[in-house]
């Protein structure tokens, strides 16, 4: 016998994952925040992808490879923190991605090459700065690329209206 069609639901939300993509800029808190909500609210899990972006050439290949390792750690340590948080709102732990090279380019390589990821959400600039470069690339010149749906969340939506809308 098949399952279900509840059965079948209920295994689609759990298997769904929302990406956040993990930067310096001051909306990952509020796409972060907005991705748990939904995820706790609507059932499934986060993924975390932090992108390390390669220093320029140095002259000595050690010094190179000991800033990298020092970028992959720190990288690590700000996973493991928000992994914290996630896990407080959520009740369950993220996938913690750590890539290297360009963040577009590493996050539509991602896209392509990961089918758990169900959906990726962003933060917009709250600053009325324009939306940011990764959602104007997503949105214009790379939208092909983009197999998951895209939430963009107003990187100035108050806690309480996000807990409406999830």
Not at 124 to 147: F, Q
């Amino acid at each position: 016998m098949g399952e279900t069609r509840e059965q079948q639901e209920a295994a689609s939300k759990r298997d769904r994952v929302f990406l956040v993509v993990v930067d310096d800029s001051p909306e990952r808190a509020v796409a972060l925040r907005y991705a748990c909500l939904r995820a706790r609210n609507g059932g499934g899990r986060l993924a975390l992808l932090r992108v390390i972006e390669p220093e320029g050439l140095t002259e000595w290949a050690g010094v190179g490879a000991m800033m990298a390792e020092e970028r992959r750690e720190e990288a690590e340590r700000l996973l493991s923190g928000l992994a914290a948080q996630v896990n407080e709102i959520t009740g369950g732990l993220p996938i913690l991605l750590i890539r290297e090279g360009n963040p577009r380019d590493e996050l539509l390589a991602l896209l392509e090459e990961d089918p758990r990821i169900s959906i990726l959400v962003l933060a917009s600039s709250g600053e009325g700065s324009g939306p940011g470069p990764l959602i104007n690339a997503l949105t214009g010149r790379y939208a092909t690329r983009v197999r998951v749906p895209m939430t963009i969340v107003p990187g100035n939506l108050e806690d309480a209206e996000m807990e409406r809308v999830t």
